[in-house]
């Protein structure tokens, strides 16, 4: 709900614009048109905090494949829905099953309706309705199907999983090429690199934790052929260092560079929040600065929101991503936004990204989620004389589609 009318107009305005989305997991239309959708599918990440509520692991059980394994779902979660409807992960689901269901919350009733209305519609071309409703020109998607890379829906641009610490990639080259060395391993890197560009990948994703130990060529080679050693001989599979998965990590990130791709950083938000703080970025960052690398940095690194500020203040090659954040905490966003403002120059920021796997009707609530976050953060600039309206409007435009257009080269 907005609060004044001036956050009502910039709203209004925001709606007028063309959106990049700037991070999505989305599987293909011609997969998703495959699947039984319930109401579960809006609670998204919702779940953990279901979890979190003490719902337990039926949150995280298989999807409902019919209307009878939804209620029954549903009437296992419903005590523990009333302790987090409020909460920024659900603000979204509620505005599209408004949206599209007239629905004002999950109830009994409601999810019976929603399920029926979801798969009466999950058809070839729902897409195009739901994202053209979205006024969204591209998305720059990381697949949830590992088998699925770039889809033949064009709005859609292809980004490169994150690869952990290359355990699984080392092993299997070990396997392939038992006396493969360092520089084969890379060559042969650079050579998947090289198709991922023909099929026209944008971005390659990483997890800051990965870049906690820094890199040591010399030490990573003397790993490496140990590793290789100890796969011929007892064909076991081991896990590499922090040192070599840095090692390599650094390589890839020069193979990006000379692809064009940019790098992609999760930050903060999951798990063991410490390992993902974007406070581990600073010395990558050094080290990668004139290389002509690109880096993109999701999330804000909530909680530590302002260490990414100055991630993008400090480094000229370095985009700060909003992708997910509005919904992660809506109160924290916007007053982070407005210290942004402060900080960071406006051609540097992208306003929005859903980061969420299937239901493009929850893109939309995803979406003007965070054009009410924006709307308001900005009119509280307006209203303390930090900026005027045509400046607000300007850097909306900005954040939703000219930014991420021109850094992506879309």
Known sequence: ?????????????????????????????????????????????????????????????????????????????????????????????LLAIKKFHDCDDFTDESIIKIGRELNASNKPGLYDEIFNLCKIEKILNQNALNDEKAFADKRFCYGILHEGNYNKR?????????????????????????EEHKRGAVLQKFFPDIFICPPDEKEARAEFENMRLSHRTAGNDTQPSPVLSATIAHERIKQCAEQGIVVAIHTGVWGNVPRLSPGHLFSLFESHWGTGVTFDVYHMGIPYVRECAYLGKNYPFVNLNLCWTHSVSEQMTRHAINEYLDIVPVNKIFGFGGDICTLPQHVWGQLHHALENLSEAFAHRINIGRMDMDYAKMVMRLWLYDNPKRVYKL
Not at 15 to 31: K, M, W, Y
Not at 57 to 72: L, R, T
Not at 171 to 177: D, I, K, P, Q, R
């Open 1 to 93: 709900m907005l609060t004044h009318s001036t956050a009502r107009q910039l709203y209004e305005y925001a709606q007028t614009l063309p959106v990049i989305d700037a991070h999505e997991h989305f599987i293909s239309e011609p997969e998703h048109v495959k699947q039984y959708l319930s109401f579960f599918d809006y609670l998204g990440y919702s779940k953990h905090d279901l979890a979190s509520a003490g719902a337990g692991g039926d949150v995280f059980a298989p999807q409902p494949a019919n209307e009878e394994e939804a209620i029954a779902l549903f009437a296992r979660i419903k005590p523990y829905w009333e302790y987090i409807k409020t909460g920024s992960y659900s603000r979204p689901a």
């Open 170 to 194: 080392l092993n299997n080259f070990f396997t392939a090429t038992p006396k493969g060395s360092y520089d084969d391993f890379l060559d042969a890197f650079k050579a998947e690199m090289d």
